[in-house]
């Protein structure tokens, strides 16, 4: 919705306000999924990666506004690496470190559909020379 507003001051503007709806059952089955997540770190700061959001876990779904209430439990993981998801997000609390996963994970909603994500996670780490010269401005002339 998009409406003038003003104030005491005589300033006036339009002002817009979302109004999202959705279906507030979630009766939609949801079916097995797949999603890549590639990860990207300087070298040496892989500990930064550590319990912060690495990206979503994915089932296709025609009503995907409840993420957070589903139950997630992770299946199997293809490496020593150990994940947790948190209202439908792949973390961890170790380190990360270069390489590919596989992480399978069993998705259920409240009303009893399940399905299955499986989750390809690249970690590759970069030289930070490599992001010190992106971020270098060269000036040339007199």
């Known amino acids: ?10 300033y006036f503007g339009l002002t817009t306000i ?32 550590r319990d912060v959001d690495l990206g979503s876990i994915y089932v296709q779904d025609l009503n995907d506004w409840y993420r957070a209430d589903r139950t997630y439990s992770i299946r199997s993981v293809s490496n020593e690496q150990s994940f947790n998801i948190l ?25 009893g559909s399940s399905a299955s994500s499986t989750i390809h996670l690249e970690v590759e780490s970069i030289d930070s020379e490599y992001v010190r010269n992106a971020l270098t401005i060269r000036i040339q002339g007199k």
Request: proline content about 4%.
């Open 1 to 10: 919705m998009t409406f003038n507003t003003s104030d005491n001051n005589r």
């Open 18 to 49: 979302s109004i999202i709806v959705c279906d507030g059952s979630n009766i939609y089955p949801i079916s097995d999924g797949s999603k890549t997540i590639k990860v990207i770190y300087v070298k040496d700061y892989q500990n930064s990666l």
């Open 87 to 111: 209202q439908g997000f792949l973390r961890t609390s170790n380190v990360l470190h270069p390489g590919f996963s596989t992480i399978l994970v069993d998705v259920t909603k409240p009303t």
